[in-house]
Antibody, heavy 126, light 112 residues
């Protein structure tokens, strides 16, 4: 059974960096058939995909256009987890942030978001 | 980006009665590998989204068989054959055929 456990500060000041971690159990951040995503949810934007990291003989990242200049998603193989950093935050970045898993198999194709973290409400406020 | 449009946005239902949610995409969701990557999620109050259906009509493990998904191309439907109290929440469709992945705006199911 896969579990994703999120951690990180719930209050961030404007212009600072939002940082969250998603610890994985039951799978590996380095799996060649998985990818690890961050998604956020707010009343104004709904559910919004932010980006992902994945390993296919080397590490790749893919980011949403809306946050591309401010976002970094990094794997941490020693702790089997991955992180989200969002720079220069504003109150518009206030949202519940989720991590989630994607898998891919040649026989069945892509499989998105079968497992989610518990969510972290991050408030951007001074 | 592919726009996912759900209707209705609010769905009051009587216990034991059926419910149906529509999801339309602004482009066909058939991928080059032949799969149609349309998922349905349930989000109960205060919880993370839970996937119910993947690739249009495949039920996830542990999902009651009163939930079913159907559709093709740009037009998809989630049906609950007999609504139970535990089905209250917001339901989302999501596509991952086209980059970036996009979600519908959600349909709130409540008991009349």
């Amino acid at each position: 059974q896969v579990q994703l456990q999120q951690s990180g500060p719930r209050l961030v000041k404007p212009s600072q960096t939002l940082s969250l971690t998603c610890a994985i159990s039951g799978d590996s951040v380095s799996s060649n058939s998985a990818a690890w995503h961050w998604i956020r949810q707010s009343p104004s934007r709904g559910l919004e995909w932010l980006g992902k990291t994945y390993y296919r003989s080397k590490w790749y990242n893919d980011y949403a256009v809306s946050v591309k200049s401010r976002i970094t998603i990094n794997p941490d193989t020693s702790e089997n987890q991955f992180s989200l950093q969002l720079n220069s935050v504003t109150p518009e970045d206030t949202a519940v942030y989720y991590c989630a898993r994607e898998t891919y198999f040649d026989t069945s194709g892509y499989d998105y978001f079968d497992y989610w973290g518990q969510g972290t409400l991050v408030t951007v406020s001074s | 980006d592919v726009v996912m449009t759900q209707s209705p946005l609010s769905l009051p239902v009587t216990l034991g009665q059926p419910a149906s949610i529509s999801c339309r995409s602004s482009q066909s969701l058939v991928y080059s590998d032949g799969n149609t990557y349309l998922n349905w999620f349930q989000q109960r109050p205060g919880q993370s989204p839970r996937r119910l259906i993947y690739k249009v009509s495949n039920r996830d493990s542990g999902v009651p068989d009163r939930f079913s998904g159907s559709g093709s191309g740009t037009d998809f439907t989630l049906k609950i054959s007999r609504v139970e109290a535990e089905d209250v929440g917001v339901y989302y469709c999501m596509q991952h055929t086209h980059w970036p992945t996009t979600f519908g705006q959600g349909t709130k199911v409540e008991i009349k």
